[in-house]
């Protein structure tokens, strides 16, 4: 591979690593072109970008980034693909249907701004909320008490109001 073409590879991959704020490394040794084409098609009905890159140039991309990703230098050994994502625990929820199978296996992840190491990361990975499922959450959480205050009032007006109609018809 020519210098030109390696030196624009890795800049395409510095261009992915700041459009996707999540990506996992997985190792997909073992898998053969029709699994490796179904991984393709399941990644890309599920938004994920898939890339199979080779290790060194992964790792100057990684240097080249503003982000130090030293911690996954380990990880950066055997056939690796890149699944890019722009929300954290899709990719872990789709590779926990591989995992009876064991390939690919998760090598690394960067998510939320974390570093994960290993396969035995991705329950963990797989249960991180997406920005979305958490405002969803807050939302569901300052709704609680509003309801409860609007009913309240709703109820108090009802009453008030049949104690003023009580008191307005007793006689005097």
Do not use: W
């Not at 997985?26 to 009905?45: E, I, P, W």
């Not at 329950?123 to 958490?134: G, P, Q, W």
């Amino acid at each position: 591979m020519k210098k030109e073409v390696k030196d624009t590879i890795i800049v395409e991959l510095g261009e992915k690593l700041k459009e996707y704020p999540h990506f996992y490394l997985v190792d997909v040794t073992g898998l053969n072109a029709a699994d490796t084409s179904a991984l393709r098609r399941k990644c890309f009905k599920s938004e994920i970008k898939m890339v199979v890159v080779k290790n060194k140039l992964l790792h100057k991309a990684f240097e080249a980034s503003d982000i130090d990703f030293e911690p996954i230098y380990p990880a950066l050994k055997g056939n690796t693909a890149v699944l890019f994502t722009k929300t954290a625990n899709v990719p872990a929820r789709m590779l926990k249907d591989y995992t009876k199978q064991g390939i690919p296996a998760l090598k690394a992840a960067y998510a939320e701004q974390s570093i994960y190491m290993g396969a035995d990361k991705l329950e963990e990975l797989a249960s991180l909320k997406s920005k979305d499922e958490m405002l969803a959450d807050v939302v569901a959480l300052l709704q609680s008490p509003i309801k409860n205050v609007v009913s309240a009032l709703q109820s108090g007006a009802n009453t008030i109001h049949g104690v003023l109609k009580t008191l307005g018809e007793r006689p005097e």
